[in-house]
């Protein structure tokens, strides 16, 4: 998991990524996967069962009974009113400009359109002519066909659906193979929601194929179902070696509902790297620890602090601010958030103070999303409450617990499971442990799992 985290989102972060969406991904929306979606026009057309090729069963169906009946009956199955899932909502947010997707649904357009995200959608081969655009607008490529409703009562674009489609695809859209191709040596690509099933793989085989790409610098993820059945798995294996001989890296999950979780730790690595500061009043051997891991933290190229004021956050600020190399202070670096009306005094500015008019809740709900980590130094319910909200946004949570009160008591809670805070930590950690031991190996365990968490 952490070459398909770590580097993919650093190819995120240059914005050299692309996204695969593939047809497992509508599946749990409610839609059909590829022979449940022929299984009607299969038997109206008398094709066995015994033929698991997808494309090649789609062909025989149209030789016999041709491909308008074969298409109606695609869309009784796809007209059904679906919803995008947790998963799609998770793309979208990437910050990820180039989508390219095999479904026909209308799943991803509808999570843009709920994100209220502006989108190219480019789903026939003229529309690479004029379409296509370079800049802060997403784009979806719609390679294989297209409904013209999220109710499926007709076709905008025909599916690429039999062998003849299959094979001719090069010859017949041309644009968008070569468009394809472009991207596959320039983007990192994410696959997502395929299966060795699913023709969809040959065609990337053959495209890794065509391109040599195996020892290329340009490396591809696809993530697929661990298969379980002893023979299932051997052939999986074999396919899995033919993926990586074209560059594309395969994650094996046990179950697909967790991809929203590998999505999730990549949203949150092409974040800024930004640290949230929470806790309150501090005791000798708190602030020690919190100025010690200051100090190294300065270390961290473009790390930025964010915190809600308070005394350990000025506490952590100050040391922070002092123990950055000399020229390369900048006050946006550390922001610290205000709601109008705070009565503040400061003993040394340090940083940025910024004023909101947002209620309390709603300022920890814009703020805290922002960061990739939060560090815990003692404090109150009001701190205890502000790493939950951290941990339901992904956050990675360290709570310093040798400084006690919320920092302790989030230790204790989490104790046999320190993964709930988005750690990449299991309870028999040594880090983990360290974290309520003494000073200086506090400050040495915070620091580790920091870097971990912020950077895979």
Same mark, same amino acid.
Request: glycine letters at 8%; proline letters at 5%; charged letters at 25%.
């Given at each position: 998991?952490?070459?398909?985290?770590?580097?993919?989102?650093?190819?995120?972060?240059?914005?050299?990524?692309?996204?695969?969406?593939?047809?497992?991904?509508?599946?749990?929306?409610?839609?059909?996967?590829?022979?449940?979606?022929?299984?009607?026009?299969?038997?109206?057309?008398?094709?066995?069962?015994?033929?698991?090729?997808?494309?090649?069963?789609?062909?025989?169906?149209?030789?016999?009974?041709?491909?308008?009946?074969?298409?109606?009956?695609?869309?009784?199955?796809?007209?059904?009113?679906?919803?995008?899932?947790?998963?799609h909502h998770r793309l979208i947010k990437l910050p990820v400009y180039e989508y390219w997707t095999t479904n026909y649904d209308l799943l991803l357009e509808q999570a843009l359109q709920e994100a209220d995200r502006g989108v190219a959608r480019i789903v026939k081969d003229?529309?690479?002519?004029?379409?296509?655009?370079?800049?802060?607008?997403?784009?979806?490529?719609?390679?294989?066909?297209?409904?013209?409703?999220?109710?499926?009562?007709?076709?905008?674009?025909?599916?690429?659906?039999?062998?003849?489609?299959?094979?001719?695809?090069?010859?017949?859209?041309?644009?968008?193979?070569?468009?394809?191709?472009?991207?596959?040596?320039?983007?990192?690509?994410?696959?997502?929601?395929?299966?060795?099933?699913?023709?969809?793989?040959?065609?990337?085989?053959?495209?890794?194929?065509?391109?040599?790409?195996?020892?290329?610098?340009?490396?591809?993820?696809?993530?697929?179902?661990?298969?379980?059945?002893? /023979? $299932? @798995?051997?052939?999986?294996?074999?396919?899995?070696?033919? &993926?990586?001989? #074209?560059?594309?890296?395969?994650? %094996? +999950?046990?179950?697909?509902?967790?991809?929203?979780?590998?999505?999730?730790?990549?949203?949150?690595?092409?974040?800024?790297?930004?640290?949230?500061?929470?806790?309150?009043?501090?005791?000798?051997?708190?602030?020690?620890?919190?100025?010690?891991?200051?100090?190294?933290?300065?270390?961290?190229?473009? /790390? $930025? @602090?964010?915190?809600?004021?308070?005394?350990?956050?000025? &506490?952590?600020? #100050?040391?922070?601010?002092?123990? %950055? +190399?000399?020229?390369?202070?900048?006050?946006?670096?550390?922001?610290?958030?205000?709601?109008?009306?705070?009565?503040?005094?400061?003993?040394?500015?340090?940083?940025?103070?910024?004023?909101?008019?947002?209620?309390?809740?709603?300022?920890?709900?814009?703020?805290?999303?922002?960061?990739?980590?939060?560090?815990?130094?003692?404090?109150?319910?009001?701190?205890?409450?502000?790493?939950?909200?951290?941990?339901?946004?992904?956050?990675? +949570?360290?709570?310093?617990?040798m400084t006690g009160g919320a920092a302790a008591r989030i230790w204790g809670k989490y104790r046999d499971s320190p993964e709930k805070l988005n750690l990449p930590l299991h309870s028999d950690s040594r880090d983990w442990a360290r974290l309520m031991s003494s000073n200086v190996q506090a400050v040495q365990a915070?620091?580790?799992?920091?870097?971990?968490?912020?950077?895979?």
């Open positions: 998991m952490t070459n398909l985290v770590s580097e993919f989102s650093e190819a995120v972060r240059g914005r050299r990524a692309a996204i695969f969406v593939g047809a497992g991904l509508s599946k749990p929306a409610g839609l059909p996967g590829w022979s449940a979606l022929i299984e009607d026009a299969r038997t109206e057309a008398s094709v066995p069962s015994e033929v698991v090729d997808a494309p090649l069963a789609a062909e025989y169906i149209v030789s016999k009974i041709g491909d308008r009946a074969l298409y109606r009956s695609l869309l009784s199955k796809l007209g059904r009113r679906a919803s995008p899932t947790d998963l003229e529309d690479l002519g004029s379409r296509v655009t370079i800049g802060e607008h997403k784009q979806l490529f719609k390679m294989h066909g297209t409904l013209n409703d999220p109710d499926g009562d007709a076709w905008e674009v025909e599916p690429t659906l039999t062998r003849t489609h299959f094979e001719t695809y090069e010859v017949e859209h041309p644009r968008f193979w070569a468009q394809l191709r472009a991207q596959f040596l320039t983007r990192s690509f994410l696959f997502l929601g395929l299966s060795f099933e699913d023709p969809n793989v040959n065609v990337l085989l053959r495209l890794a194929r065509s391109l040599e790409l195996g020892a290329g610098p340009t490396k591809h993820f696809a993530i697929m179902k661990r298969e379980t059945e002893p /023979l $299932a @798995l051997a052939l999986q294996e074999l396919r899995i070696h033919d &993926l990586l001989n #074209g560059g594309i890296h395969v994650h %094996l +999950v046990d179950d697909y509902p967790e991809q929203s979780d590998l999505i999730a730790r990549i949203e949150v690595l092409t974040r800024r790297p930004n640290v949230f500061i929470s806790g309150s009043k501090l005791t000798t051997d708190a602030e020690m620890v919190a100025g010690q891991l200051a100090t190294r933290l300065a270390e961290e190229p473009e /790390l $930025a @602090l964010l915190s809600f004021g308070g005394e350990a956050a000025s &506490l952590f600020s #100050g040391v922070f601010k002092e123990a %950055l +190399v000399p020229g390369t202070y900048r006050p946006e670096g550390i922001r610290h958030y205000y709601r109008r009306g705070a009565e503040l005094e400061f003993e040394e500015r340090t940083g940025t103070a910024i004023f909101t008019d947002m209620e309390l809740s709603d300022m920890r709900s814009y703020v805290i999303p922002l960061a990739r980590a939060m560090i815990v130094f003692g404090g109150g319910a009001r701190t205890e409450e502000e790493a939950e909200l951290a941990r339901s946004h992904n956050v990675a +949570v360290i709570p310093v617990g915070a620091h580790q799992i920091i870097r971990a968490s912020m950077f895979g």
